[in-house]
Nanobody, 116 residues
């Protein structure tokens, strides 16, 4: 079992920045990739970014150049630095951990609201 706890969401004005954190605990040795997804009201959950165990990153086109994922050396914490935020970035952001057996764990989600 893997537990994921997110933090760092909130309300920010357009053009502002936020940094999300996700801490993984439990059987973290089985994690192959971690990442962030988001879900806006009335929309499906979508990929924001994923980082694999070898450091390969994949970003959604909509966030390239604005968002940056990073992690600690132990690969148990991932961060999402979000800059130049837009109202369309408003969503609940979920941390995800995928195991080598392709099982997904999810955090509880953190709300990000971009509004003036």
């Amino acid at each position: 079992q893997v537990q994921l706890v997110e933090s760092g969401g909130g309300l920010v004005q357009p053009g502002g920045s936020l940094r999300l954190s996700c801490v993984a605990s439990g059987s973290t040795f089985g994690i192959n990739a971690m990442g962030w997804y988001r879900q806006a009201p009335g929309s499906q959950r979508e990929l924001v970014v994923v980082i694999t165990s070898d450091g390969t990153t994949t970003y959604a086109d909509s966030v390239k150049g604005r968002f940056t994922v990073s992690r600690n050396n132990a690969k148990t914490t991932v961060f999402l630095q979000m800059n130049s935020l837009k109202p369309e970035d408003t969503a609940v952001y979920y941390c995800n951990a995928r195991t080598y057996r392709y099982y997904d764990y999810w955090g509880q989600g953190t709300q990000v609201t971009v509004s003036s």
